[in-house]
């Protein structure tokens, strides 16, 4: 391609294009008028007009999850930008790749308090992976290649590119940018090779092995090697939050999720393991509860594409840094040419099993009347066959979205687990839903997380987008109130939300499909109209108010520790 | 255990202020950090001096590494490396004390830079402890005010 003079902001246009960019998100403003006026004309470029800034960076988030793609979100400056960034801190938690592009009151007012002036770059310098200030929009292509380059490779994470209006209104020669000038950043993709064989070594001779799967596993598409290792040596898995649709919940190795409302069998086979394989994994509180006794009797091997995760939290026998897919595939390798034989862990797999069999997730039936809500969970994972991209807010609900959904791929479930960000849900479905129109996409919502940021259903609503809104509505911040009934005295202070709009009317005010259920025969057939509908559908689940997520292990305790958790024959403790 | 990191960066604007704010966020504490350019006009070299009892070394360096214009890091051997840092202090000196601060500039090889009837401002190069042996003998004598420009250091030999 031969030189062409344009436009700063149709420079952006044709370099976001020639990034691949299929769709972003954003919200238009002052300094950004030259850039929405060059979209105007954007052939491949598709914008998506959100209601809120931080709806902007999660749907982009939740597209950038569902598809592996660069995400890309975009706001006006201040107001716009400041908005923004509870979406950037949420992407930087769980290392989702993410551009955003925020524009910035003219270079020479910079500093001076300028109508609608923010430090963004200062603002969101402690939760971005890079960002960058544009001073010409000479440097505009290349900024951009690199801001695509550094969000989706190595660790990936947010990148703000933030651009002073002047960049957007200056002259460039433009041509599409492939080159990269950035000498310090280098990350690691392949793993040692004697540490793999290392690896390989101690899964070989491993009596007690678990495997434990991390969202690495899932942002590197590693799932189809890390399937093969488990079959390979029959290794059991647990995965975190992140990791889950890292590994099939069908499948006859799999004890689901572990840590703070993980299964039983999960955390005692961690507690009992001999050798613990973490892959894409960083040992978070949640998961290790108190960490000088987590997994005390195993050797670790920590798998991780960053090298400032080895040795962070625990220090492992065996560090291996580089891309999860290709250290897993070097590992089975390794492992095929050994011998060994079923007998040696055949002991392990059936304590195991016996304790899947003995401490299932159960739940009962609520005394009240009321929707159980592990049940509503259970019927969406009924009528969408295990298939179905599930998104989440957080609080109880996104637990026993975890323990009550089966979820059989990779990028099948999208959470907010690192930052815990309320309001995440529906944006983010709204984005995966974009990104996979072939999936049905569930938003399993609580009535809190829903009311920040349910103005996004105008969005869906917009875009025919098909999101189905699943709120479990039990009139509380429910996982605040639990803590409160369990280590506060049942002292519900603020936890009750008491006055609540009625969804479905709300739903339908917004051009929606409304609907309210409160039998458990109408939850199927609710769900099934819902999707049926193919529009942004939004159904209030009235859900027994005080139920509880079981097993719990108490923040900072062993992760054997778990209130609930008992056998459902015998009521007894592991 | 002193650990003093020379660290190679882009010489672009707002560099320091990621190195700086990487240290304030994971709560490592900088004990001095001396900034400026390098060989190389486009990169300058930052020396960070921090306390390893206090944090693992090791998380600091590999989380610095993760800033995109940070090229290279060293955490300097201490038994091989050359250091200084120049210090100026102003210290009250009127009839004998002028002589004492005098003698002390001298063995010190310092030197005074300003002086007045009241007071003299010594300058002196030299390693940390070198400095923080002046200002011990000083402090009796009356020490005013104290400007340092915190270490900066480099590898023996041919470096690396
Ligand atoms: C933005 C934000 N504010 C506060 C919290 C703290 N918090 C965690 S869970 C929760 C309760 C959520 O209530 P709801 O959305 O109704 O879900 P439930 O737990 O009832 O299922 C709160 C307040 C948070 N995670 N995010
Ligand atoms: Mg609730």
Sequence with gaps: MTDKKMKGSHALVAALEHEGVEVMFGFPGGVAIPFYDALYDAKNLRHVLVRHEQGAAHAADGYARATGKVGVCGSTSGPGATNLVTGIATAYLDSSPLVAITWQVRSDLIGTDAFQEADITGITLPIVKHSYLVKSTEELPRIVHEAFHIAST?????????????????????????????????????????????????????????????????TSDAAAEVLRLAELRRLPVTTTLMGIGGFPE??????????????????????????????????????????????????????????????????????????????????????????????????????????????????????????????????IDRVTGHDAVVCTDVGQHQMWATQYYTYTFPRQFISSGGLGTMGFGLPASIGASIGRPDKTVIDISGDGGFQMTMQELATAVNYDVPVVVAVLNN????????????????????????????????????????????????????????????????????TSPEENVFPMVPAGSEITEMIGGTSRKKGRKP | ??????????????????????????????????????????????????????????????????????????????????????????????????????????????????????????????????????LELLQPLGVLEVVRTGTIALGRGRGG
């Design chain 1, 250 to 379: 069908t499948h006859e190795l799999s004890m689901g999720m572990l840590g703070m409302h993980g299964t039983v069998a999960a955390n005692y086979a961690v507690h009992e393991c001999d050798l613990l394989i973490a892959v894409g994994a960083r040992f978070d509180d949640r998961v290790t509860g108190k960490l000088k006794a987590f997994a005390p009797h195993a050797r670790f091997i920590h798998i991780d594409v960053d090298p400032a995760e080895i040795g962070k939290n625990v220090v492992p026998l065996i560090p291996i840094v580089g891309q999860a897919r290709q250290v897993i595939g070097a590992v089975c390798k390794e492992l095929e040419a050994m011998e060994w034989s079923r007998e040696q862990t055949q002991p392990w797999l059936a304590r195991i099993a016996e304790r899947k069999d003995e401490y299932p997730l159960h739940y009962e039936r609520p005394k009240d009347g009321k929707l159980a809500p592990q049940f509503v969970v259970k019927e």
């Design chain 1, 475 to 542: 009139g509380y911040l429910g996982m605040v109130r639990q803590w409160q009934d369990l280590f506060w005295n049942k002292r519900y202070s603020f936890t009750c939300v008491e006055v609540q709009p009625d969804f479905k009317a709300l739903a339908e005010a917004f051009g929606a499909v409304g609907m309210r259920v409160t039998e458990e025969d109408e939850v199927e057939p609710a769900l099934r109209d819902a999707i049926a509908s193919g529009r942004p559908a939004v159904i209030d689940f009235r």
């Design chain 2, 1 to 134: 255990m002193k650990h003093t990191l020379s660290v190679l960066v882009e010489n672009k604007p707002g560099v320091l202020t990621r190195v700086a704010g990487l240290f304030a966020r994971r709560g490592f504490n900088i004990e001095s950090l001396a900034v400026g350019l390098s060989e190389d006009p486009r990169l300058s070299r930052i020396t960070i001096v921090i306390d390893g009892d206090e944090h693992p070394v090791d998380q600091v360096t590999k989380q610095l590494h993760k800033l995109i214009n940070v090229l290279k890091i060293r955490d300097l051997d201490p038994e091989n490396q050359v250091s200084a840092e120049l210090l100026l202090v102003r210290v009250a000196g009127e009839g004998e004390k002028r002589t004492e601060v005098l003698q002390i500039a001298e063995i010190f090889n310092a030197k005074i830079v300003d002086v007045d009837r009241r007071q003299l401002t010594l300058r002196v190069v030299g390693t940390n402890e070198k400095l923080e042996a002046l």
């Design chain 1, 154 to 218: 190595g660790r990936p994470g947010p990148v703000v590119i933030d651009i002073p209006v002047d960049v957007a209104l200056g002259e460039v020669a433009y041509r599409d940018c492939d080159t990269i000038d950035l000498p310090g950043y280098k990350p690691t993709s392949r793993g040692h090779v004697k540490q793999i064989r290392a690896a390989a070594k101690a899964i070989n001779e491993a009596q007690r092995p678990v495997l434990y799967l991390g969202g690495g596993v899932v």
